[in-house]
């Protein structure tokens, strides 16, 4: 397709991140447009062959302070800035200032910088002065400039240009948008890196003096927890690795309500504690079964066996690509959701039926260092690290007179990573990899043994007991062992913690403590 001569003459281009950009250019050049640029990004565009103007040629000044000044000039911001009035274009043809209708620029890597541990002065040297200055001249003046700070949209901006021959004023005001949201989130995350920092020199606190959390609208969710409360999903900019639900794609179902949301994480954090293959099922943000197997539908099969009738309903997380035969399990309950790394063609095919289950595409790894939780209360918000740790029962301290056999000690592991991932007061029975009654979100924890018990469909002689905190008393573990337990796993830490370890002497029961709470609220 033959471009059409543009109606706009100048484009600005000086980019941190070059993807597309040397296209990008060459199909504005060819467009009729005048391409001015700076340092790396002119040398690029001119080594593939890209008409390029170098920016100090067209202001007459050039770069100064290694390359610090370069773009703050007259003939820069005044040729972004100036309005289509007949005022503007009278003083700037006085001033011998000349239009520049398209800004594509994105900022030095400052959140890189800083994630890769870079010392202070170079931290520093990544702090875009020029950019942000450009963008946001060009976003402010939106009435006649495009801004472009997301290669994304490079594509949309081009069929534009050769369809209309300029930037529709609809575009532009979305660009303009963007562009202001962009340079929130990197001065937002410049002022709470400097926050952790005292002095140059200083360790990094734990958390800023101020804090900056910058997301974009994922999607606007149908309602809330409830229906007459309004909701929506924002995306965290910049957010460290590990699981994201922001980066799952929805391969079929029905949109995706805030609860699907909320249960959505908590299948996820819990299937990836698991190296083996794992499958969790999840009903609002408890586990109601959780299992690991040889092969992923047996590992389905045994955590659906935990609690099937709370399992209606439920939500499913697993660990490793799904398979035709999980599909058809899958297909045999009522499901809200399905997440998993992948499915296969097959798997695609047998769940097709299920036109309302969502099934999502979507990393199960381990939380990334440097994770933080977020949650509001009245005038304000808390804020921690998301709990990554999971001490092992193997380095668990042996209090009881009876140590753990090999496959206690299995068991007691398993258990302990998914108690982590219940409601507190949390009480979790397993055996042989999966669970087999769990006890969530009471005011007594002795009552969470109870409804634990309540709860099992398999016999609980021979089982493991995992407790999130203290037993406060001895009563919690008389419970676990008249139902079968034959050892417990808990932090310890509470002045009665001698009653507790009596109890499980004398019924022959094995305790050991981590010396780690895993608190849920």
Same mark, same amino acid.
């Given at each position: 397709?033959?471009? &059409?001569?543009? &109606? @706009?003459?100048? *484009?600005? =281009?000086?980019?941190?991140?070059?993807? #597309?950009? /040397?296209?990008?250019?060459?199909?504005?050049?060819?467009?009729?447009?005048e391409i001015?640029?700076?340092? #790396?990004?002119?040398?690029?565009?001119?080594? %593939?062959? /890209?008409?390029?103007?170098?920016?100090?040629?067209?202001t007459g000044a050039p770069e100064i302070l290694d390359g610090r000044v370069k773009t703050l000039h007259p003939r820069v911001h005044g040729g972004i800035l100036g309005r289509p009035t007949a005022a503007h274009r009278a003083e700037m043809q006085q001033a011998g200032l000349v239009p520049i209708d398209l800004v594509v620029v994105n900022l030095y890597p400052f959140r890189e910088t800083v994630a890769r541990g870079a010392p202070f002065d170079e931290v520093i040297e990544n =702090?875009? @002065?020029?950019?942000?200055?450009?963008?946001?001249? !060009?976003?402010?003046? $939106?009435?006649?400039v495009a801004v472009l700070v997301d290669p994304a949209d490079y594509a949309g901006v081009l069929d534009e240009i050769d369809r209309d021959g300029e930037v529709s004023a609809a575009t532009r005001y979305r660009l303009a948008r963007t562009a202001f949201a962009h340079t929130a989130a990197y001065d937002g995350a410049i002022a709470s890196h400097l926050g952790r920092l005292a002095a140059p020199d200083a360790p990094l606190a734990d958390f800023p003096d101020s804090l900056h959390v910058s997301g974009t609208l994922a999607r606007a969710l149908r309602y809330g927890e409830n229906p007459h409360q309004k909701a929506a999903f924002?995306?965290? !900019?910049?957010?460290?690795?590990?699981?994201?639900? !922001?980066?799952?794609?929805l391969l079929q179902g029905k949109e995706l309500s805030y609860n699907n949301?909320?249960?959505?994480? %908590? !299948?996820?954090?819990?299937?990836?504690?698991?190296?083996?293959?794992?499958?969790? =099922? @999840? &009903? $609002?943000?408890?586990?109601?079964?959780?299992?690991?197997a040889a092969t992923l539908v047996e590992a389905y099969r045994r955590a659906r066996e935990t609690d099937p009738v709370s399992a209606y309903g439920g939500i499913v997380a697993v660990n490793r690509p799904i398979d035709a035969?999980?599909?058809? +399990?899958?297909?045999?309950?009522?499901? +809200?959701?399905? @997440?998993?790394?992948?499915? +296969?063609?097959?798997?695609?095919?047998?769940?097709? *039926? &299920?036109?309302?289950?969502?099934?999502?595409?979507?990393?199960?790894?381990?939380? *990334? *260092? #440097?994770?933080?939780? =977020?949650?509001?209360?009245? #005038?304000?918000?808390?804020?921690?690290?998301r709990d990554r740790a999971t001490a092992a029962a193997a380095d668990a301290k042996v209090v009881s007179k009876r140590g753990p056999t090999p496959?206690?000690?299995?068991?007691?592991?398993?258990a302990w990573r998914v108690c982590k991932h219940v409601k507190s007061n949390a009480i979790v029975f397993a055996a042989g990899g999966r669970t087999l009654g769990i006890g969530a979100g009471q005011m007594s924890r002795v009552d969470s043994v109870r409804i634990a018990v309540s709860k099992a469909r398999a016999p609980l002689a021979g089982s493991v007991v995992a407790s999130d905190a203290f037993f406060p008393f001895a009563d919690g573990v008389e419970e676990a062992a008249k139902a079968g337990a034959r050892a417990v796993i808990q932090p310890g830490g509470s002045v009665r913690d001698a009653e507790a370890v009596a109890a499980a002497d004398e019924h022959g029961m094995v305790m050991v403590l981590t010396g780690e709470r895993h608190f849920r609220h």
């Open positions: 397709m033959t471009a &059409k001569l543009a &109606k @706009i003459s100048r *484009a600005l =281009i000086s980019v941190s991140d070059k993807t #597309g950009v /040397v296209d990008f250019a060459r199909r504005l050049s060819a467009a009729g447009l001015l640029s700076t340092g #790396g990004t002119a040398k690029a565009l001119a080594a %593939a062959g /890209v008409p390029v103007r170098e920016v100090s040629d067209f =702090i875009d @002065i020029g950019g942000p200055a450009m963008i946001r001249s !060009a976003a402010k003046n $939106h009435e006649r924002y995306a965290l !900019a910049g957010a460290p690795g590990g699981p994201s639900l !922001a980066k799952a794609e949301l909320l249960d959505l994480d %908590a !299948a996820l954090r819990l299937c990836a504690e698991f190296a083996a293959p794992a499958a969790a =099922i @999840i &009903k $609002h943000n408890n586990p109601c079964g959780v299992a690991t035969e999980l599909a058809r +399990e899958l297909s045999e309950t009522f499901l +809200e959701c399905v @997440i998993a790394p992948s499915y +296969e063609p097959e798997a695609l095919s047998a769940l097709a *039926a &299920k036109k309302n289950l969502r099934l999502l595409a979507g990393a199960v790894a381990p939380e *990334a *260092a #440097g994770a933080l939780e =977020i949650r509001s209360v009245a #005038g304000g918000f808390l804020v921690q690290e496959d206690e000690l299995a068991d007691l592991d398993f």
